[in-house]
């Protein structure tokens, strides 16, 4: 099967939806999209201290809300995975990349972050 690409129209949405978060004062911490060797498509990973953490179902629900409130329609919201704080995958990417002035737009992949293989991404960034 041939992999799924990340186009523009993608990474302008995933902008939208983490704009839409920060206003919502759910600012992540982490956000990049990221082809992941467990889903055939791209997924906007999301991991944020000020959503809920104590479970997932919370945190979806309050990005969809924040969604909602900034009018994106449910065509364009991206495929979202919810992170917490405390997964070796975060912890890693926050370890290796926080200190640095400006991650938008760097390119990852081919290897392992924590407890996750990255075959790709694109990313928003990491604090």
Do not use: C
Not at 84 to 110: E, H, V
Request: proline share 4%; aromatic share 10%.
């Amino acid at each position: 099967m041939d992999q799924a690409l990340l186009v523009n129209f993608d990474i302008e949405n995933g902008k939208e939806a983490i704009d839409a978060l920060d206003r919502d004062g759910k600012a992540p911490k982490v956000a990049l999209w990221a082809k992941l060797p467990e889903y055939e498509n791209w997924r906007l990973v999301i991991a944020s201290d000020h959503l809920d953490q104590s479970s997932s179902r919370l945190g979806y629900t309050e990005i969809n809300a924040a969604i909602k409130k900034a009018g994106i329609p449910i065509h364009r919201k991206p495929s979202i995975l919810l992170r917490s704080m405390d997964k070796p995958f975060i912890k890693a990417l926050r370890s290796i990349f926080a200190q640095a002035a400006d991650t938008y737009g760097m390119r990852l992949g081919g290897q392992t972050f924590g407890d996750q293989y990255l075959e790709d991404a694109f990313v928003y960034r990491i604090r």
